[in-house]
């Protein structure tokens, strides 16, 4: 295993922050998400480390974390080289061992069923020489591998997701909530990324990728669970079946509620803002196709600290 070729942005702008993000589902109920971090999410902390959040069929959430020392990164194009053993990334395959200090290791093959999708040159938003990224380097995929852990060793497969983010402004720059969602089969894969920024613009994405095509959008559709959760004084105590409408004429119905939070951080003071982060693990019925597809929904909503 020698190198992640979606490398490191590191020192090519002021103000940075990066994460390359990966979620894993399967029908059996298996769910789970990685980020190999450069800087926290917020881009407040420079130590670079992995989080892993998962849970088993009829488990509790599980949450892991492990350093990376740095004296093992070069902060070069091909940052992810020097994390040896950990991360490996060809065309058409990327390799994950992770060994985390409570005892558990994760180790999956990740076969690409797609060609990464860039939507709006990567641009997620930008404000004058501001800019944040957005490239979807596995939008649609599948993993095989193994869970070791204190209880057991589990085979694991399914559908895979990957993407990567990066900039130099953060969010809590420019974001007051945001609601992003993936989710796949064997056949195809959905997305859908909707942001309220402070000043009240919407951004918004949506694709439907297979391995034969790709429909995707940057124009207003409808994620009303966007606006249900803003709405919301608790967010992650609330349920619902919202249905996303695409421009182009798929939806998507998902499940959220409280019993499939894989991820709960609520109500952070980082000073000067307030932060809560919620991921729900589950299923969805894609149409016209009527299919059941698998993965993750993700609301981030960001205050001013009274």
């Known amino acids: 295993m020698h190198q992640l070729v979606n490398g ?3 020192g090519e702008v002021a103000g940075y922050f990066e994460w390359w993000y990966f979620h894993f589902a399967s029908a059996s109920g298996f769910a ?7 800087t926290d999410i917020f881009g407040l902390r420079k130590s670079p480390y992995v989080s892993m959040s998962y849970q088993l069929p009829h488990r509790e959430p599980q949450y892991l974390r492990m350093a990376i020392p740095d004296e093992s990164i070069t902060r070069s194009s091909e940052y992810l080289s020097q994390l040896e053993g950990l991360f490996a990334e060809s065309d058409s395959n990327i390799e994950i061992r992770l060994s985390f ?7 999956v093959a990740i076969t690409k069923l797609a060609e990464p999708l860039i939507l709006n040159n990567c641009v997620l938003y930008h404000e004058g020489d501001k800019r944040s990224y957005w490239r979807l ?3 649609f995929g599948r993993f095989n591998g193994i869970l070791k852990a204190e209880s ?6 399914g559908v895979v997701y990957h993407d990567h983010q990066w900039g130099n402004i953060s969010i809590q720059d420019f974001v007051s909530d945001w609601v992003w969602g993936h989710f796949s089969s064997n056949e195809s894969s959905a997305v859908f990324f909707a942001i309220q920024t402070k000043k009240g613009d919407l951004i918004e994405r949506y694709a439907v990728v297979s391995p034969s095509s790709v429909q995707s959008s940057i124009v207003h559709g409808q994620v009303p669970h966007l606006e249900k959760l803003v709405n919301s004084g608790n967010p992650e105590l ?3 079946e919202p249905v996303v409408t695409f421009p182009f004429g798929a ?3 998902t499940r959220i509620n409280p019993n499939a939070l894989l991820r709960s951080r609520v109500n ?5 803002f307030v932060a809560t982060y919620l991921r729900w693990a589950g299923d969805a019925i894609v149409s016209p196709l009527n299919s059941f597809h698998y993965g993750i929904t993700e609301y981030i909503r960001i205050r001013k600290e009274d």
């Open 8 to 10: 490191s942005h590191f």
């Open 32 to 38: 789970a998400n990685i980020v190999l971090h450069e």
């Open 101 to 107: 200090p409570s005892g558990e290791t994760f180790e």
């Open 137 to 139: 380097q596995v939008p």
């Open 152 to 157: 057991g060793n589990f085979p694991i497969e």
């Open 238 to 240: 609330w349920s619902g």
């Open 251 to 253: 939806t998507l119905r």
């Open 268 to 272: 952070e003071a980082h000073g000067g």
